[in-house]
């Protein structure tokens, strides 16, 4: 074999050497095409279940979300007894397995200035008071002073003519507080009673009634008297407080206490509120809680309705939702809150109650509510308003707080 037969030889099996790789090379990329369609294909089912789990867990959470709605409706209700035994405690439900009351509800320390009752705040409720006990001054000799309370009568007109509206045959005035037009009430000062005063006055340019507004009038005022205010002292405490106390020092005691003692209750409610944990709330007598405040606040909106109606000729509110400032929706939500507020609240008693073996029973009741200065038969009335097991309900409410109260030390 020559050389040129020896290269043409060579030159074929480099051709077929370099065919065959190239088939190869093919074959290769082939395949990876193949393996990267079956990996897309994988990925678009993964991606596709994904996606469909997602839009059952969407459906699942609008239906969720549904029922809820639906669950946390309610109709009202007056049935104040409902879900209660015939002893006040809630049906089939121990309380004390559903909250925590604080590990000290028997002795708790109150700080004295948390429920103290001022000096200053007993004189402004005695001010009060003698303000039920005036009298009307009728000497002559008396004169009408700046703040004095006097009894007037008087006659207005226009241009001599009366109009409607001007003319009292008694009305109460404070001289200085404003409630007459003009200085109408500076010009009674220095008369006295039995007197007759001239005023002269204008009603003022956006005065409600249009055929008045900015027109000049006289008026025949007659000063009756001036009310004298009753001053506190023993005689007057012996006269007119004798069931509470016999001096002026005593009776300023007896409001000292009574408001520290309220303040007492009221500090201890709060701190059991605050410190007792909910396990768990009894979800019947939740929502049987939910359609009695919705009664009440049905009951509320229906009486504001008639009386603006009865006296103004038109309702307060257009609507329920008007009245209770939001959507039906947020309303029943709020109503949830306020039930399981409510719940809370006799759990506490009733856990209190039973943790005590107290007893809370009518002839307890009847006994408190008559101390507390009710009538001998106010323990019926409430049971024909709101039935027995409800009342009981009060009873435990303040055998609970009794116990609370005995154990509790004032730290000064």
């Known amino acids: 074999m020559n050389d040129t037969e020896l290269k043409e030889l060579n030159d074929k099996d480099s051709g077929e050497s370099s065919s065959k790789s190239h088939s190869q090379e093919k074959r290769e990329q082939r395949r990876k095409e193949v393996e990267q369609a079956r990996r897309r294909a994988q990925s678009a089912r993964v991606i596709g279940y994904i996606c469909l789990a997602a839009v059952a867990a969407l459906i699942i959470w609008g ?18 007894s ?7 405690y809630i049906s089939g439900v121990n309380a004390s397995s559903k909250i925590t009351l604080p590990a000290d509800y028997k002795n708790i320390t109150v700080p004295y200035d948390q429920i ?94 249009a055929d008045l507004a900015g027109k000049d009038a006289v008026f025949s005022v007659d000063v009756k008297g001036i009310y004298e205010t009753a001053v506190f002292d023993d005689a007057f405490v ?8 016999s001096t002026a020092e005593e009776y300023r005691e007896y409001v000292r206490s009574t408001h520290e003692d309220d303040n007492l209750e009221e500090y201890l409610k709060n701190y059991l509120d605050e ?38 000729g038109s ?14 929706d947020e309303y029943y939500q709020t109503l949830k809150e306020k039930a399981q507020d409510t719940c809370k609240d006799n759990l506490i008693y009733q856990a209190i109650v039973e943790q005590e073996g107290a007893v809370a029973d009518a002839a307890y009741y009847r006994a408190k509510l008559v101390e507390d200065g009710n009538e001998e038969n106010y ?34």
């Open 63 to 80: 239906v969720a979300i549904l029922i809820g709605k639906q669950l946390d409706k309610v109709s009202p209700s007056d049935n104040y």
């Open 82 to 88: 409902e879900g209660l035994e015939a002893n006040g």
């Open 116 to 209: 103290k009752f001022s000096d200053t705040s007993i004189d402004e409720e005695i001010d009060g008071l003698l303000k039920n006990y005036t009298s009307l001054n009728t000497d002559e000799s008396a004169t009408v002073k700046d703040g004095d309370e006097v009894e007037l009568a008087y006659v207005g007109t226009i241009d001599g003519v009366a109009f409607d509206g001007g003319t009292s045959d008694s009305q109460k005035v404070t001289i200085g507080s404003g409630s007459l037009i003009d200085d109408f009430e500076q010009q009674l000062i220095g008369a006295n009673p039995g007197s007759n005063v001239t005023v002269n006055v204008t009603f003022p340019e956006d005065y409600s009634k």
């Open 238 to 245: 012996q006269k007119n407080l004798s069931d509470k106390a």
């Open 275 to 312: 410190n007792t944990t909910v396990n768990s709330y009894p979800s019947k007598y939740v929502k049987i809680l939910k359609s009695i405040q919705m009664y009440d606040d049905q009951s509320s909106y229906e009486y504001m309705n008639e009386f603006y109606t009865s006296y103004y």
């Open 315 to 328: 309702p307060a509110y257009d609507s329920f939702e008007s009245y209770v400032g939001t959507s039906m």
């Open 379 to 412: 323990y019926d009335t409430m049971v024909t308003t709101s039935g027995e097991p409800f009342v009981l309900q009060q009873a435990i409410h303040a055998k609970g707080l009794e116990i609370v109260k005995a154990g509790a030390t004032i730290q000064k």
